[in-house]
């Protein structure tokens, strides 16, 4: 087991519903440490080339659309497997497959509006945090 780090963002649906804390208690509840935060309106810029990987799919303008809609919440988590560990509190990306107890299951509205994201792998969760963070913004 390896301390590891990992890049969350909390999704325009669940900002608007004021959702923050009440998502951030199940991240710490798994042992997960917000070691960064802050709140942000995306730009179009930003939100494309955060989701570049998906720029062929058919959802994607939506999608940019979507995460640009209001405010988001991007974070910086550490614990022991931080990425799996995360994607595990996260729930599937279809809330109608989330595992219940997940974050997906209990808060998203739909398989696009679906509160959190979490990095995949550790090599993305590094290029994810150093594309919003800088190194002197997390304090572990
Ligand atoms: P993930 O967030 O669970 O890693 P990805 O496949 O990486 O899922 O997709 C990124 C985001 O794109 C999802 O979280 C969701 O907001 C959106 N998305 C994924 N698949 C669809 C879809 O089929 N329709 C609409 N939006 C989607
Ligand atoms: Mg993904």
Avoid: W
């Amino acid at each position: 087991m390896a301390l590891e780090r990992t890049f969350s963002i909390i999704k325009p649906d669940a900002t608007r519903r004021n959702l923050t804390g009440q998502i951030n208690a199940r991240l710490e509840a798994v042992g997960l440490r917000i070691v960064a935060q802050k709140r942000k309106q995306l730009t179009q810029t930003e939100a494309k080339a955060f989701y570049a990987v998906h720029a062929a799919r058919p959802f994607y303008n939506d999608l940019v659309a979507f995460m640009t809609s209001g405010p988001v919440v991007l974070q910086v988590l550490e614990g022991e497997n931080a990425v799996l560990a995360n994607r595990e509190v996260m729930g599937a990306t279809n809330p109608a497959d989330a595992a219940e107890g997940t974050i997906r299951k209990d808060f998203a509205e739909s398989i696009e509006a679906n509160s959190v994201h979490g990095s995949d792998s550790p090599e993305n969760a590094a290029i994810e945090i150093a594309y919003f963070f800088a190194g002197c913004e997390i304090t572990s």
